[in-house]
């Protein structure tokens, strides 16, 4: 019987040479007991630390072309996001239009990476970016509390990519994780990977509602070995939302994870990502963090509604040196 390697060894194996095996991995996950064991063996977050890091990091100013780069990069990760209520058919065909031409004015400026909306409109947003490289997400899993039946929550994602959703972003059962029924959440999530077919799956993990960053490191490796494309840390519902310090976990976890079994995931922050300084933050927490591969939009998202208009506003200013309003922007 292979050994399966302990986690703290792991994360300090050199990504050519993974620690982690796919059968070592199938041992970990084949029961209850030794997935709990595993994460319970990874590292402590130091709480302290991780919060004076992210501070730190935040403090880091670009400039000139170099911000121009970053303000642009920024664009290129955004996922496009409505989920209300009231969204309308036409809200999403005008969100859509956006998506592809952020900035009419400015040919130069490149479209966002992907809408994002409730699986009935993916029908719409899909028509509506036809023949443009923006992909379409759509919420699934009983979005956004995840409380509802394994079969509900199956149908609701194959219907989503079978009307066209590139992207699902589902969410974990966290009334299962904090009472310790790991193996209850990892089975779900394999099961909703395996329903996405090749539509890329991620994981909201709601970071809000886990009380720790031990929880939040536990919850990321436990969704990266369920199958997932990314790491997502909320739906935007609950309050926190994404913060630079769990952000931060997050960003060491799929470093670590890829350093030990040699597959690379991708994160996105969601919820309370406003203004232009908000996402070079995040970018600059990225590169030092991740480092240079996670930077582009298959590996680093955005998820917002209003950063957009500010990061538009803010690439007008250094363009024209003129700062354009926010009603020169169409509302997002």
């Known amino acids: ?32 007991a030794s997935l709990r064991g595993f994460l319970a063996g990874l590292p402590g977050v130091d709480q302290v630390g991780a919060q004076a890091r992210a501070a730190a990091l935040s403090t880091r100013s670009i400039k000139t072309t170099a911000k121009a780069w970053a303000l642009d990069l920024a664009v290129t990760m955004i996922d496009l996001t409505t989920l209300e209520g ?3 058919p ?58 509802s039946s394994l079969e509900v929550k199956i149908r609701e994602t194959t219907d989503a990519v079978a009307a066209g959703a590139d992207e699902i972003d589902m969410v ?13 959440v990892f089975e779900e999530i394999v099961a909703v990977k395996r329903a996405c077919g090749s539509a890329h799956l991620k994981v909201i993990l709601e970071t809000g509602e886990l009380a720790t960053y031990d929880n939040v490191r536990r919850a990321s490796w436990l969704a990266m070995l369920a199958g997932g494309d990314f790491i997502k840390t909320s739906t935007g519902k609950v309050s926190p939302a994404a913060t630079l310090p769990v952000t931060l976990v997050m960003l060491e976890a799929v470093r670590d994870f890829r350093a030990a079994t040699g597959r690379q995931v991708g994160v996105k922050p969601a919820g309370g990502i406003r203004t232009s300084k908000d996402a070079i ?41 003129t700062y354009a309003g926010p009603d020169y922007f169409t509302l997002d």
């Open 281 to 321: 933050r995040y970018l600059v927490l990225v590169n030092e963090t991740a480092g240079e591969d996670w930077l582009y939009p298959d590996w680093f998202r955005l998820g917002a509604s209003s950063l957009l208009n500010d990061l538009l506003m803010q690439r007008t200013k250094m363009r024209t040196g």
């Open 172 to 184: 974990i059962d966290r009334g299962a994780f904090l009472s310790g029924r790991y193996a209850e």
């Open 1 to 32: 019987m292979t050994t399966t390697a302990a986690p703290t060894e792991a994360l300090k194996t050199p990504p050519d040479e993974p620690a982690i095996t796919p059968d070592q991995i199938g041992e970990i996950t084949a029961s209850d």
């Open 90 to 147: 036409g809200k999403v065909r005008a969100l859509c239009a956006k998506a592809r031409r952020p900035d009419p004015a400015d040919p130069e400026c490149p479209p966002v990476a992907a809408i994002c909306v409730y699986s009935d409109l993916v029908p719409v947003a899909k028509e509506a970016l036809a023949g443009s490289a923006v992909k379409v997400a759509s919420v699934a899993t009983a979005f956004p509390s995840g409380r």
């Open 86 to 88: 009231q969204d309308t």
